[in-house]
């Protein structure tokens, strides 16, 4: 890939070099012609057939310039397609040839488990393999940036199994079902901060968690964009709460809550028949004379949830109201998820007059939604990821409202779990064989410092 694009900007650099030539020649010619005109033609005219003269120069030279680029895009782009095709043919014939599963030491690349929960220590350093339309209809809210990246430069759905994932999924398997617990086991933690260094797997960590929880028929609540509560759409001062509604997040988290867990929304019960006070619609302003909205005897959340899908004043009632209920299922086992979670600690992109000429920054706690979901002072599962793809500076490590031993720092990839990876680049030829070596993989494993998508970069880079 790298010959190709030096090729191609070599011959760019080429091309572009001869057509300057021939611009520069006309233009010679032309001032030629021009020096020995009639006399009769008058400063005035002269300068602006110069005028027209460097116009013409510079448009001519803008539009080959365009041309170059276009024409150099459009080779690369067709190059890049025939190689990614073959690629895939290449692989597809690798399918049939189990011998080439093999990951460092000559141990099995995948795991033969086929499923989430049933995965032990000796799993790790393994990958696991995963089908396009289990993960759609398990992950319905989306899948992380970090894990669409994994799949689409090794071509095939599977993630490597690794010990801190294993440890924490045991955590909650542990308050669940109490026997698995001992005296000597460790610490059991409701409330989960997972932080660590960039690019450490904290995002994937926390959609392969709520996989499983979903697997093991658990309510689980996952926002893989928790940035989104606190940036776009519309915002409002609600003068009920004091706080600041966002509509149109709200009724976006309840579209995604129920795609997932509708059946298990039927057949719970609203515990709270107060009424759902009403703010601002987006865009639509106040209904007249009507500030809340009743909640029948007998309605179940999926209700609820339906109601704030349907009447978009009550969305961020039904939100704030939502997570009141939660905490009162007792039925099943409910799991709150959110990724991007330090944007919450944060100021929000929204800002509030103050004089004709200044505003002030609301921050994100001033919004009802993630006032109401950002709190882990309580005895609910709940599980937060910080992002640092979505930088909002260092927060100090006793954060508000925050367990003070809540917080987990993932690793990067260790010399053991960065040897399977480079195996299964490998095995995925993102890298061939006659370069591949431990040797290699190590000045890899190295210069990315165990940070999984440099690595990813880099091992095609092998020589």
């Known amino acids: 890939m790298l010959r190709l694009i030096s090729r191609a900007a070599a011959a760019a650099a080429a091309l572009s070099k001869q057509r300057n030539d021939t611009v520069l020649t006309s233009t010679s010619i032309l001032n030629h012609q021009f020096l020995y005109s009639t006399k009769t033609q008058t400063k005035s005219s002269k300068k602006?057939?110069?005028?027209?003269?460097?116009?013409?120069?510079?448009?001519?030279?803008?539009?080959?310039?365009?041309?170059?680029?276009?024409?150099?895009?459009?080779?690369?782009?067709?190059?890049?397609?025939?190689?990614?095709?073959?690629?895939?043919?290449?692989?597809?014939?690798?399918?049939?040839?189990?011998?080439?599963?093999v990951g460092p030491n000559h141990r099995p690349l995948f795991t033969k488990t086929t499923s989430l929960s049933l995965l032990t220590r000796k799993d790790a350093c393994t990958y696991f393999k995963f089908s396009e339309d289990e993960l759609n209809a398990m992950l319905t809210e989306g899948l992380p940036t970090g894990m669409l990246g994994e799949f689409k430069d090794s071509m095939r759905y599977a993630l490597?199994?690794?010990?801190?994932?294993?440890?924490?999924?045991?955590?909650?398997?542990?308050?669940?079902?109490?026997?698995?617990?001992?005296?000597?086991?460790?610490?059991?933690?409701?409330?989960?901060?997972?932080?660590?260094?960039?690019?450490?797997?904290?995002?994937?960590?926390?959609?392969?968690?709520?996989?499983?929880?979903?697997?093991?028929?658990?309510?689980?609540?996952?926002?893989?964009?928790?940035?989104?509560?606190?940036?776009?759409?519309?915002?409002?001062?609600?003068?009920?709460?004091?706080?600041?509604?966002?509509?149109?997040?709200?009724?976006?988290?309840?579209k995604d809550f129920i795609k997932y867990n509708e059946s298990h929304l039927r057949e719970l019960p609203c515990q709270i028949l107060d009424p759902i006070p009403l703010g601002e619609g987006a865009g639509v302003g106040l209904l007249k004379g009507v500030d809340s909205k009743e909640i029948s005897e007998g309605s179940t959340l999926f209700d609820l949830v339906q109601m704030g899908i349907n009447q978009i004043h009550a969305s961020v009632g039904v939100v704030v109201r939502l997570r009141k209920e939660l905490s009162l299922v007792k039925d099943i086992p409910?799991?709150?998820?959110?990724?991007?979670?330090?944007?919450?600690?944060?100021?929000?992109?929204?800002?509030?007059?103050?004089?004709?000429?200044?505003?002030?920054?609301?921050?994100?706690?001033?919004?009802?939604?993630?006032?109401?979901?950002?709190?882990?002072?309580?005895?609910?599962?709940?599980?937060?990821?910080?992002?640092?793809?979505?930088?909002?500076?260092?927060?100090?490590?006793?954060?508000?409202?925050?367990?003070?031993?809540?917080?987990?720092?993932?690793?990067?990839?260790?010399?053991?779990e960065a040897a399977t990876v480079c195996h299964y680049y490998l095995r995925q030829r993102l890298v061939s064989r006659e370069v591949f070596s431990e040797e290699n993989w190590k000045k890899v494993y190295y210069l990315a410092n165990g940070n999984g998508a440099e690595m990813r970069m880099l091992v095609p880079l092998m020589h």
């Open 334 to 416: 409910v799991l709150i998820a959110i990724d991007q979670y330090n944007n919450w600690f944060t100021f929000s992109e929204y800002e509030e007059p103050v004089t004709i000429r200044s505003t002030r920054p609301v921050h994100a706690r001033e919004l009802a939604m993630v006032n109401a979901f950002r709190s882990m002072m309580h005895n609910d599962m709940m599980v937060g990821a910080f992002s640092h793809s979505t930088a909002v500076g260092k927060l100090r490590k006793d954060l508000p409202h925050v367990p003070v031993d809540a917080r987990i720092n993932l690793p990067r990839y260790s010399p053991d």
């Open 48 to 101: 602006k057939q110069d005028d027209n003269k460097k116009s013409s120069k510079s448009k001519s030279k803008s539009s080959d310039a365009n041309s170059l680029s276009a024409a150099a895009a459009q080779a690369d782009s067709a190059d890049d397609l025939e190689s990614v095709r073959a690629r895939a043919r290449r692989l597809a014939e690798d399918d049939r040839n189990p011998s080439l599963d």
């Open 160 to 254: 490597l199994v690794r010990q801190s994932f294993l440890d924490i999924r045991d955590n909650f398997r542990r308050i669940v079902d109490p026997s698995l617990q001992s005296t000597n086991g460790p610490k059991i933690r409701k409330q989960i901060v997972l932080d660590g260094p960039l690019c450490c797997g904290k995002s994937i960590t926390l959609a392969m968690l709520v996989h499983w929880a979903r697997e093991e028929g658990w309510l689980v609540l996952y926002v893989p964009r928790g940035r989104e509560w606190t940036h776009g759409g519309y915002f409002y001062k609600n003068s009920q709460t004091g706080l600041w509604d966002t509509p149109l997040q709200a009724e976006n988290v309840l």
